[in-house]
């Protein structure tokens, strides 16, 4: 008796946050990947500077690049070839302009090394690190691991080379 009633304060206590969350919730890379295909560079670089990479959700829901891999796998057995090629390219095209925003971070930070601003700079390859953190987990898709997985080894290069003076 007193486990249903634990089950039945859990469910209303996660139906109630998941209102919540799906409500309230600002996704967390849509506004730098915005900003960054406005044109808007320098915005856009402070922007992924300012970003908490922890906070979820990463991307807006509905969109390609927030599917899960499991549903994305599910999705996909009922295509042929050409369209698990299609979506994936989708995917990997959505992805492009936070891969390109990434890469001009750590350029920033390059150039912030190199006018002598170790904490700038670590703080550029800093970020790209923790982005790559979320961006490199399980339940999203492979493309958006891959930038992930991309995303932590150049910033870990980067800091230990900065670390060691071989910057």
Known sequence: MKSSKTWGVLTICLVTLGCAVSE??????????ETWRKGDQSKAISDFLATDWSSRPLFESGSPIDQRENDF????????????????AKISQLLQPLDQVGEAVVKAGLDAFANGNRE???RH???VKQCGLALDREDYTTPV????????????TKIAKME????
């Open 24 to 33: 309230d919730a600002k996704s967390t890379a849509d506004p730098v990947i």
């Open 73 to 88: 796998a599910a999705a996909a057995s009922q295509m042929n070839e050409a369209e698990r090629k299609a979506s994936l």
């Open 120 to 122: 700038e700079a670590r």
């Open 125 to 127: 390859f800093t970020a």
């Open 145 to 156: 691991k891959v930038l992930g997985v991309k995303f932590r080894g150049l910033a870990d």
């Open 164 to 167: 060691s003076d071989q910057l």
